[in-house]
């Protein structure tokens, strides 16, 4: 009898245990998905390819560089890191609009995203070339699959979004955006 009463009390034990662990567990921001949805902000470790309309001498391939400037022939640095796109190339028409160009045509597309970076529970965890559209499945095969011990069903993914960074548990089919980092989880059983 004194064996079965220690059984339970084991298991009442493990099952607390358990559910702390599940109690320490936050739900996802609503920025963390939001985001998703806004037009891609860029940042340090990206390229993009800027063309100004009959001006090949300044069409070329830019990296936005670590304190999140376009290093630019005659005009100098031009802040990029947060802005769209759509809003660089304003920023860059003006910039040549003082004093070199009297109406330059500026366009702007990303042609590399920034990596994202992988670790825990996969093959070879690291920093990736990100692909649009991409989701943690896909960055987990990148990485070379999970380890027998990987959790397979959520992760967590940290982000940056506002200046802020927030961590979030999300399945593994949720999107992932340039810059993230993926840490897959030892599973528990």
């Known amino acids: 009898m004194a064996t079965g009463v220690w059984r339970i009390v084991t298991a009442l034990v493990a099952a607390a245990g358990l559910l702390g662990g599940c109690a320490s567990y936050?739900?996802?921001?609503?920025?963390?998905?939001?985001?998703?949805?806004?037009?891609?902000?860029?940042?340090?470790?990206?390229?993009?390819?800027?063309?100004?309309?009959?001006?090949?001498?300044?069409?070329?391939?830019?990296?936005?560089?670590?304190?999140?400037?376009?290093?630019?022939?005659?005009?100098?640095?031009?802040?990029?890191?947060?802005?769209?796109?759509?809003?660089?190339?304003?920023?860059?028409?003006t910039a040549y609009r003082n004093g070199y160009l009297q109406q330059p045509d500026v366009s702007v597309e990303v042609e590399q995203y920034r990596p994202f970076f992988i670790m825990g529970e996969v093959a070879t965890g690291g920093q990736y070339s990100y692909v649009p559209r991409m989701t943690v499945q896909n960055a987990i095969a990148v990485a070379g699959g999970f380890t027998p011990r990987g959790e397979q069903r959520s992760v967590d993914v940290t982000r940056q979004i506002n200046g802020r960074i927030i961590t979030g548990r999300v399945p593994i089919t949720d999107p992932i955006l340039p810059g993230d980092t993926i840490y897959v989880r030892e599973r528990l059983f």
Not at 39 to 47: I, N, S, W
Not at 55 to 72: E, F, I, P, R
């Open 26 to 93: 936050k739900p996802v921001s609503p920025a963390f998905h939001k985001v998703l949805d806004e037009p891609y902000r860029l940042d340090a470790g990206d390229k993009v390819r800027v063309t100004i309309f009959e001006q090949d001498g300044l069409t070329n391939t830019y990296a936005v560089d670590k304190s999140g400037y376009l290093a630019m022939p005659l005009v100098g640095a031009v802040p990029a890191r947060g802005k769209t796109t759509k809003e660089l190339e304003g920023e860059l028409a």
